[in-house]
């Protein structure tokens, strides 16, 4: 019985791996001698890509792929995904590249190959100049605004025991107690200090700490190893010139710290 | 509906319900006689002959009792911060229950004072009480006492309708509750046991309630 059983689920992996082996990848010198590289970024996910008022797209991934795309000295093709068919497109040879603020997964690597980071979300605590705070310990009568039971109010009870935290019940309502002066800080991801920000100019929300990082990563299909490699020096270079943290100020508001490489 | 209770799990938290219990408490006892003290005013100026007391009066007790309390909390506390008013969310949550708890105790006390025949002041007079007299004892006196059991049910209820605050982020017992619920994902447990403490502190507060009422009214006016 187990015997047969296990016989059923290799076959049936078998054929999982026979449907999901990418098409033969275009490798580096294809696209260069294509003049041409397809680049999938995101649609909906604002700053990393979006649209902006007159329909084109807007964001991180989108500066990403055009300096990309420059480097390869190729012209760009865009491709806007949405995050259910980032892999996808990638196993199915639609795309060459996607840069997405994809995450990377054991799941997700068994399926196509990811560079080192480019980018990173974080969560932090953000207010005004005139608080002068570096570090979570230096945090004491300061008053915090956060969101309950969020990732950020449990790092942050971790990170500063001292700390005079403010819970409110979601992060419409802890926004509101930074804007209104109930609060001097506010702990809450970079996207949403930067959004505030840009809706609202007389906030100032600046980083004060940085409390966790999530990085992103560029997506390449597998059987590509000399356009992963190409895609690795670039994102190194762009770490060591400061290219890819003033592309993360620009569009997220925080400088981006040393990552681990892959 | 195989549920396995594990109250265990909030024994950590044991501090953070107590101060929740503490700070509910606070609230309820310090508006209540805040609120009753707004109420007599509003209830005096409500039976005004002067137009200039009553108006102001009316439309004080109108918007509150027409308007949800949640909404009167965050423009106390979301809003006066925009004119340079910035109170504690423990401090907002006592001014804006304060504020409705006045307003609906001055209906109750304004029905009371009516219930009080214009004769039986007349009456007062005529024996010789001033006016302060007459009011204090002819009117106040049986006005309360005859809407005691009204004011007593408001006050309930205003203990009840503490646990609004913690929208407003004061650390009452409700906020506890959700607080400890976010960090052992014991949400059953949490709430069953406010329940249960809400439940207490309703029941003593009735009895203090009862226990005023038999200080004050019963016994006094024993021969």
Redesign the interface.
Known sequence: MLKHLSRIVSAVLLAGAVTVAPALAADLQQIISAGKVRIGVPVDVAPFGSNDASNQPVGLDVDMANAIAKALGVTLELQQITGANRVPYLATDKLDIVIAAMGATPERALQISFTSPYAALSSGVFGPDSIAVTKPEELTDQTV?VA??TTQ?LLLTKLAPNANI????DDA?AA??FT???AQLLATADIVAKDMMDKNPALQLKPKFIMEFSPCYIGVQQGAPELLHWLNTYVHLGMRDGSLSALSEKWIGTKLPALPTI | MNYNFRFNALLPYTGEILRGVGLTLQLTLLTAVIGLAIGLFVALASSSERAALRVPARIYVEAIRNTPLLVQLFLVFFGLPSLGIRLDASVAAMVGLSINVGAYAGEILRAGFQSVRSSQVEAGRSLGLTAGQTFRHVVLFPAIKAIYPALASQFVLLLLATSVVSSIGAADLFHQAAFIDSRTYRSFESYALITLAYLILTLAFRALLSAIYWLVFVRRSRP
């Open positions: 605004a309950r039971g109010d403010q819970r409110y019940d309502t509101a107690a209104s002066g109930q």
